[in-house]
């Protein structure tokens, strides 16, 4: 079987990515599809006692799905400090690599049927800014995957959904679908912002994940169509 994929972005940081990113790697392996995850790049790593990094965003993942891995070897480019990775990379003097992250992701489609990839920031997150730009953008491209796009459930995500969609459709990225984290489905604005988000955008939102969900409320076969 040729190996699926799609690409985790959202509208910002802190959004909900990582959650969301375990909480579909952790429902398709529980629907029995044989599922893994990848992370191009990731900032914030806690230095552990030994002196290594713990990319934290992998090892949520990792601990949440049930995956057999090492943190470790789900992410490429691991930087200490929290700040954009084109920042990170620069002052530890590495250049982030696009046909690196290439390669890395083909490695992981050889392991898999289904990989979820995992974005850093936003779509706009730049990588690589001094010799030549690279943003999350161009690596979406350059490795022709689809997103599925997560955001906030609550007040000011019409405006963030909005910008965000209409950057990935000039850019030429399909979007699969919409993910909206923190969600309350007993709140009317949310509700609210659910219906606009689809009829502003013409984009569905596939799902609504609530504050301690562990598990994303989709059937199988919508499971399946995010990869398709």
């Known amino acids: 079987m040729t190996c699926k994929s799609i690409f985790i972005t959202a509208t910002g940081t802190d959004v909900g990515k990582t959650y969301v990113s375990a909480l579909l790697v952790k429902t398709m392996r529980d629907n029995g599809y044989n599922c893994g995850y990848y992370k191009p790049a990731l900032s914030g790593a806690v230095r552990q006692n030994d002196g290594s990094l713990l990319p934290g965003d992998c090892d949520f993942v990792v ?110 990225i399909a979007i699969r679908g919409i993910i909206l984290n923190n969600y309350d489905k007993n709140n009317f604005m949310h509700i609210d912002n659910k219906k606009q988000i689809e009829y502003l955008t013409g984009v569905k939102v596939l799902a609504e994940v609530s504050t301690g969900d562990n598990f994303i409320n989709i059937s199988s076969d919508s499971l399946k169509k995010i990869f398709a």
């Open 63 to 172: 601990k949440t799905s049930g995956l057999n891995v090492n943190p470790g070897d789900c992410v490429t480019y691991c930087f200490e400090e929290a700040v954009s990775p084109h920042l990170a990379a620069k002052r530890k003097g590495v250049t982030i690599d696009k046909d690196i992250i290439s390669s890395e992701y083909l490695k992981r489609c050889d392991l898999y049927d289904y990989l979820v990839v995992e974005g850093a920031g936003g779509i706009t997150c730049p990588f690589a800014l001094d010799n030549g730009t690279l943003l999350l953008s161009d690596v979406i491209k350059y490795l022709n995957m689809d997103i599925l796009l997560v955001a906030d459930g609550g007040l000011g995500t019409i405006n963030d959904v909005l910008l965000t969609v209409a950057y990935a459709k000039s850019h030429g």
